[in-house]
């Protein structure tokens, strides 16, 4: 039987989102509503992606009877306020990253969460592509030995977009772009805590980080560094290096489609959109909607592969990130 999906919010994530979706099996996965904050919106949305229902509120779509699990695509300064909105009406939600915009309201959302027994998991996407899979199984035979090291690095020139530059919309650099950094490290080191966290970074005058470079220490020594940047095209690749190999994504780090295992490549293609996208590579959000849609066949209430506690730890991460390098959001006060 398929997954009903609902979406809330009718932009450009939600709609790379129902394109990946139909890359996917009618039968298992089904967009049958869509609500935007305007009733107009939402219907071109609709229209565009045949979806049955529009709303002109997210209060319908959290009334909708017949939808399984929401998709919050929202910016993220709303998505504690959609995300419990859903969760208290008792619908399973799919959370866009950054989950929260620190982990005061992380712990809300995963308290409601439990309170109300659904299924709740933040949409990094990365960790469930083919490539990431094949990370965590080379890791987990042990393929590189001891990991001593792991570094990424994302930036991308999107000074351009006020999402990534306006405070009031949750901008800046950790948040934007860092958390794809971070989650990878946070992967390869199996969810472990930092022992320590070096940050420096250069802020714009809105307040919020441009560039932001992180240096983390983990037990036995093991290191970990990364750069996130709003300004700089960066090389945009991962490695990972232990005692007996190394492992580099080459490119596309949040998105990846090809590993190199101790010099040799392999490619791990994505299906082709029907519509054109936004994003670059998105229709490899195909493969987090799946794990949504596994987890509630065996009726799990979190992934294993991106718990709660992996989603805490970021949020963790990202807010002493920012508090060294002097980035504070009105959310910070409350």
């Given at each position: 039987m398929a997954v009903k999906w609902g979406v809330c919010g009718a932009g450009k994530i939600s709609h790379d989102f129902n394109v990946a979706l139909k890359t996917l099996p009618p039968g298992d996965h089904q967009v049958v509503a869509v609500a935007a904050r305007k009733l107009e919106d939402a219907q071109r949305f609709a229209k565009k992606h045949s979806i049955p229902r529009a709303y002109g509120s997210y209060e319908e779509l959290a009334r909708d009877p017949g939808v399984d699990v929401v998709y919050v695509g929202v910016v993220h300064p709303?998505?504690?306020?959609?995300s419990l909105l859903f969760m208290n009406a008792k619908k399973n939600v799919l959370c866009e990253k950054p989950l929260a915009m620190n982990a005061k309201e992380v712990w809300e959302m995963l308290a409601c969460a439990k309170r109300n027994d659904v299924f709740f998991m933040e949409a990094v996407w990365t960790r469930f592509f083919p490539a990431s899979v094949e990370i965590r199984r080379l890791l987990g035979q042990g393929e590189l030995g001891e990991v001593k090291m792991v570094r990424s690095e994302l930036g991308l020139p999107l000074l351009h977009a006020p999402s990534a530059v306006d405070k009031e919309l949750g901008g800046g650099a950790m948040l934007a772009v860092g958390i794809y950094c971070m989650q990878f490290i946070s992967m390869v080191l199996d969810g472990e805590k930092p022992e320590s966290i070096q940050a420096t970074g250069a802020l714009l005058e809105s307040g919020v980080d441009e560039t932001v470079v992180v240096s983390l220490k983990f037990s036995k020594n093991r290191l970990a560094v990364f750069t996130c940047s709003l300004s700089l095209e960066l090389p945009n690749d991962a490695?990972?290096?232990?005692?007996?190999g190394?492992?580099?994504v080459p490119e596309h780090m949040w998105s990846p489609t090809s590993l190199v295992v101790n010099g040799e490549e392999t490619r791990y293609p994505l299906p082709e959109p029907h519509l054109p996208l936004n994003f670059m590579n998105s229709?490899?959000?195909r493969y987090e909607a799946e794990e949504v849609r596994q987890c509630l066949l065996k009726g799990l209430k979190e992934s294993p592969v991106m718990s709660h506690a992996?989603?805490?730890l970021l949020a963790e991460v990202e807010d002493e990130v920012r508090r060294q390098v002097g980035v504070v959001y009105s959310q910070?006060?409350?």
């Open positions: 709303y998505h504690i306020s959609t490695v990972i290096v232990g005692t007996k190394t492992i580099r229709t490899g959000m992996d989603s805490l910070d006060r409350k």
